[in-house]
Structure formats: C-alpha cells, structure tokens
C-alpha cells in the first residue's frame, strides 16, 4: 500500500469502528425494524399501494428480460425443458415441506425453520449484535451452511415452481417463509446479518422471487409493505457495511455493489435508490478493472469464485443496458475475456475442474445443476455479446430462458455453430495453462496467491494440474470441503499433498496458518519460462521459487508436454539448488477409480471404460543412483461440493536426494484393458525416441 492508501485505510478503518460502536449503543432487536413512518419518508412522494401496484404489473426495470412476459418464458421453458419443469415442481414440493437443500444435500427443517442453526450439526447462533457475533462455534458447526439457507435462494425455486405451474401454494410459501425470516432476523441482530455479502445476495434474491411472483393473489398491499420495508433495511445495511478495503477487496465487495444496484434499479422508489445505483455503478466499473486481470482471469486465484463474479457482473451489464446505466467499452471488453476463460476452462463433458477454493456460492440459481457445472455460462455468453465462439453447438440451457426469454432462443438460434473448435489456451496474467485436444485435457496451475499475493481463495498448489482423459477426470485437485468448520480439514484440503505437484522436506510450498484460514505465507513467485501450442504438441515450462526459503534452497522447475498425436504428456521435473532433500510427488485421484501399483513403480488408474497409467521413467536420480525407492498408495477425500467429501486415492512417490536432479513421468490415457498402447509408447521411450 502507498503511504496515501494507508492513511486512508487507518481512516476507514477508525470511521467503521466508531460507527458500529455508535450502532450498537442504540440497536435493540425490537427497534430495528423499519418503521411504518421510516418506510413512508423513504417513499417520498409515493405510497405503498401505487408501489404494490406498480409491482404487480410488471412496471419498472425488471431483474432479467425473462421476467418481462412470465407467460412467454413459461411457454418456452415447457416446450424446451418438459423434464425441468418437473424437477422444478418437485423440489418445490420438498420446500413447501420445509426441506431443503444445502449445498449437494436436502435437509429437513421441521415444522419450524430455525434461520440461525447449522441443521447439520444442530449449533444455534446466538440473537447478538452483528458487531459482536462470533463465525466459529466449535463443533464442527459451520456458519457458511446457515448463510447458505439464508440467502433464500429457495425462493427463487417456489417463483420457478409458480410461474410454471400456476399453483398458488408455491407463491404463498414463498411468503409465509419470508414473513418467518423476518420476525426471526431483526435488522443488525443474529448470524444473518453479520457480512455485507450475505444480506446483498438475500436481497436480490428476494426481489426475483418478488417479480417473479408479482401475478400471485398473495401479493397483496399488505405482502409488499413488508417486502419494502425488508429491502430498505437490506439496503441500507449494506451501503452501511460495505467490504471494501484499500487494502484488499474481493467477490464480498461485488456482491455487496450488485445488491445495492438490484435494490435501488427494482425499487426507485426509495429516495436512498438513485445514490446507491450511482455508487454502486460506477464501484463495479471499477472493480472489474481491479478484480478481473487482463486476460479475463478473476485474480482470487479460483474457478469457482471467478464464476460467481462472472454472475454479477453480467447481471450489472443486462440490467445497466435497462436502465440506460453508462458502460465503459474496457468494462464490455473484460467481461467478454472472462467468458473466454469460461470456455477454455470447461472440460470436454462441460464441467469446471477445481482450482482453489469452491463453496458453491451463486448470484440467481434458475436451475439445479452440479457445483461444477458451468456449461450454462456460454450459451449466456453467445447472446450477451452476439458471438458465435460461445455457441459450440445448438444446446442451451435453463438459464438462458430465464435470462433472456423468448427473444434470447431466438437471438441464440440465428448465430452459427462455431467453427471454432476448443483448443490449447494460455492466460499468462492469469498463469493458468489449458493444454487440450479432442477428450483430452489438462490445465495447470502456475499462478501465485489470489488477491494481489495474500491468499484468499488460492491453495498450496503451485506447478498442480488436473488431469481429463476420455470422459473421466483421473487426476483432480481435491476441492474445499469446509472453511471455519475444522481448521484439520482446511488445512488438509488445501495443503499441496492434496494437489498434484511435488513437496520439498515436508513442508508447505505455500506456508499454512491454521488460525488464518484465507491467508498464505509469502508468495512463492512463480514464473513462465516457455508456452508452446501448435497441432502437434503444447508445450508448458513453469517454476515456483517458494523452497528458496530453506536452508538449502532449491528451485522447482515443471515442464509438461502434451504429444497430441500419440496422446499422451510428458512429466518433467527438474531442481536445482543445493543440499541432500526430501521429494515427495503426489499424484490426486478422482473418487470411484480403482487404483493398481504394478511393480516395480507403475500405477494404474481405471475406471469401467478408461484408464491412465503413470510410469517413472527415470527409476534413479541423476546425482547418487538412489531409487525411486517409495511408492506408496494413500487415502485421501475430494469434494465436489461444499461441505461434501468423498473417499479417493492417492499415490506418492518418495525419494531423497542430493540436488541437482531430475525425474520425468509418462501419463498416458488408454481404453481400459488396451495396455499394448501403454507398452508401446513406453518402447519408444527406452529406445530414446521421446522427441515431440
């Protein structure tokens, strides 16, 4: 920081501590509400009832084109997505008896849902001032789990439910529910109201599910006053609590900016909504530019959470066109890059790999999808910008009815089937390397500590890579799991034994403090010293200097070559330094492939159709003729979703050895029960023709 931006942040920082202090000498859980004179002065010159009506009809800016004719998008969703109606009624059935889902899993929440309980584990937070709330209860409570259910995504469910079917049990529930949540969560009081970006992602989806809901009879005068007076109080907390920081800022200040625009663009009404759609604007204008690197890349050093960034800043760009709000061309420009990187980074079956932390964290969920499932983003993207690179073929999803309506499957029907097949990419800003072709793909991870260096979301995974071959990912990072539920499993799940790539001596190529668990040590500075991509072959070369701290320093250099003739990639590890070290290669396997060790140091990974063999070429390092003399299978656990783990497999291969030395791996995917092709490809090794 300059020494201007610190000045500034020791102000900000003083301004916030005495405000909140000020708040909470005058906050009472009874007095907190919005008042019935609060909300009429906040009106101005208008008045609940030609507000309801306003609502009612379908006036004013509207969260998305789908929800402009409800009846049109209906009739599509129906002709479209017969079998997603369904899945849509029964999961608001499940609702309607108040079981829902968390993350991956539904729960039952009883006669009465308990909004300040972790239904997992049965820990209640307590009714305090958000100032003083403790995130951490023990027992392996988590606090992300109850944010989970209270940013009322279930709602936007019951409004799909309703506008498909009509029944009017799916709105009803939708607001005796929220009537539920707001005796329970008086504004400033309970968990709920501890972070800026819980409140902004709740408020916006209480106004889809509004609008959505807008036809039902239950959406009287009476309902509207307390959704206005809900959302006067959301708004004003959040332009109270903004998460923004001189120092840092991340997805908690995005959300913060998108909730605040949603509910000043949806409400004009308040005479607070003009300041915050002018604030908000013009902060989200600024952020892409300080959140999103050149080449499209969220710079939190997460897939996941570089998805759910691409969420809101769509949502700005659809409803600021709306509104008539100013776009800058470098905000359309960024936002078309991060798509790009959407497209690259989809695996062949359309699926996300997991690089960095994942909690499943969404904007608008208008379909049920797998965490990982990202596939709906491109026919988004093809409408957004026109462009017929993100149309790989004529499929489209859920989301782009309800994004666009009608007119969106019309816009996407007229563009072409790309011409453009998916191929190698490089986002050098970024430092993530795609190297693809056909059903093979692997992408690398060569990229430093997210948010400038301090940690965020990143793991301890330099020089990591997932592996895809065939249908099935093989070689997987392993994902998140929990945040402040464990500090075990934190730790474990985003330590570089859970990634593919190699540890020197034991230690942490990225330093891990238990009791910081969005923090790393010192940045461990890696660098791109080759990319090439032709129709032969990629070729990666990267090295990471984080064991430069040691006594010994030692210099971990990768390079992976992709031959996309005979299909396969080479391993290449080098080190350079001095010292006799400990070298551990950890090798992450997805759940539900069997693993065989064949001797002497060969591994197998199948699965019923398709395999991947890992061969050590080099049986000695160069230096003292020592043997890979370890290979050891171990347990391990992935995540596919937050607050999810299922049992895997891993493979380490250990040796000590005096540095400089080498090693190089064979990874080759292969038709299960074809090992001739293994054989083969290992011949041309020995008889040393391993040139690309």
């Known amino acids: 920081m300059t020494l201007g931006e610190l000045t500034a942040e020791t102000v900000l920082r003083a301004r916030r501590k005495a405000a909140t202090a000020y708040r909470r000498s005058l906050d009472h859980p009874q007095k ?79 006669e009465t849902i308990d909004w300040h309980a972790d239904i997992e584990t049965g820990v209640r937070w307590p009714l305090a001032h958000y100032s003083e709330m403790p995130l951490a209860l023990g027992k392996l409570s988590d606090v992300r789990a109850v944010w989970e259910l209270n940013r009322l995504q279930h ?48 408020a916006v989806n209480i106004i889809a599910a509004m609008q959505m809901c807008r036809a039902s009879k239950a959406m009287t005068d009476e309902f509207v006053e307390l959704i206005l007076k809900t959302l006067l109080a959301h708004g004003r907390f959040i332009r109270a609590n903004l998460e923004f920081s001189h120092r840092i800022s991340s997805n908690h200040y995005l959300s913060d900016l998108i909730g605040l625009l949603v509910i000043g663009i949806a409400i004009p009404e308040f005479k607070e909504s003009r300041a915050w759609v002018k604030f908000s604007s013009k902060e989200l204008l600024k952020e892409m530019q300080h959140q999103v690197l050149a080449d499209g890349v ?102 782009l009815i309800w994004w666009f309506g009608e007119a969106g499957i019309q816009q996407f029907s007229e563009l072409p089937i790309s011409a453009q097949p998916q191929t190698s990419a490089a986002f050098a800003v970024g430092q993530l390397y795609i190297q693809r072709q056909d059903a093979l793909y692997l992408i690398s991870d060569c990229g430093d500590h997210g948010i400038n260096g301090r940690g965020s979301h990143a793991h301890s995974d330099a020089l ?31 330590s570089t034994a859970y990634h593919n790539t190699a540890r020197i001596d034991g230690r942490e190529i990225s330093e891990i403090n238990v009791d910081q668990p969005f923090a790393l040590g010192a940045n461990v500075l890696p660098k791109i010293n080759e ?29 992976i070559t992709f031959n996309k ?88 291969y250990r040796l000590r050895a005096d540095v400089d030395w080498s090693n190089r791996m064979l990874l080759i995917p292969f038709p299960a029960g074809d090992e001739n092709r293994v054989k083969v490809i290992c011949s041309q090794f020995m008889a040393g023709n391993d040139s690309k």
């Open 32 to 110: 907190t509400y919005v008042t019935d004179g609060e909300l009429a002065r906040a009106l101005k010159n208008a008045s609940v009832k030609t507000v309801a009506q306003r609502i009612r009809q379908g006036g004013g800016i509207l969260l998305t084109q789908g929800f402009v004719n409800l009846a049109s998008t209906a009739a599509c969703l129906k002709h479209h997505f017969p079998s997603a109606v369904e899945t849509t009624v029964n999961d608001a059935e499940a609702i309607l008896k108040h079981e829902i889902k968390i993350f991956a899993r539904r729960f039952p929440f009883g």
């Open 565 to 652: 003739i005979e299909r396969y990639w080479l391993l290449d590890d080098i080190f350079t330094g001095r010292g006799n070290h400990l070298f551990e290669f950890f090798f992450n396997f997805d759940a539900g492939l069997k693993i065989h060790i064949q001797e002497p140091d060969r591994v197998i990974a199948e699965s019923k159709s398709v395999a991947l063999a890992l061969i050590p070429l080099d049986r000695q390092s160069a230096s003292d003729a020592t043997p890979l003399a370890e290979l050891k299978r171990t347990c391990r656990w992935v995540s596919p979703s937050y607050r999810t783990r299922l049992p895997s497999s891993g493979i380490i």
């Open 464 to 494: 990591s890579f997932e592996l895809f071959a065939y249908g099935q990912t093989f070689l997987r990072d392993a994902g998140t799991y929990v945040y402040t539920a464990s500090k075990r499993w934190r730790q474990q799940f985003r």
């Open 531 to 559: 990319w090439q991509s032709n129709a032969e072959f990629d070729l990666l070369e990267a090295e990471h200097h984080a064991y430069l701290r040691l006594a010994e320093p030692v210099t971990h250099r990768r390079i």
């Open 298 to 399: 969220s710079f939190e050093a997460s897939i996941a959470y570089h998805r759910l960034a691409t969420e809101i800043f769509t949502l700005f760009f659809t409803l600021s066109q709306a509104a008539d709000l100013e776009l800058t061309e470098a905000f359309i420009e960024r936002l078309e890059k991060m798509y790009e990187f959407v497209r690259a980074y989809l695996k062949p079956d359309g699926h996300a790999p997991i690089i960095g932390d994942s909690d499943d964290g969404r904007l608008l969920k208008f379909s049920a999808r797998e965490a990982t499932d990202h596939a709906y983003l491109l026919p988004i993207a093809a409408v957004l910008f026109e462009e017929e690179k993100f149309k790989p073929a004529n499929h489209f999803d859920e989301e």
């Open 155 to 202: 709602f936007t469910t019951l409004a799909r439910a309703y506008v498909l079917s009509g029944d009017e049990r799916y709105s009803e529930t939708f607001l005796q529910q929220l009537t539920s949540w707001c005796e329970a969560n008086p504004p400033r009081f309970g968990v709920n109201w501890t972070v800026a970006m819980e409140v902004a992602i709740r």
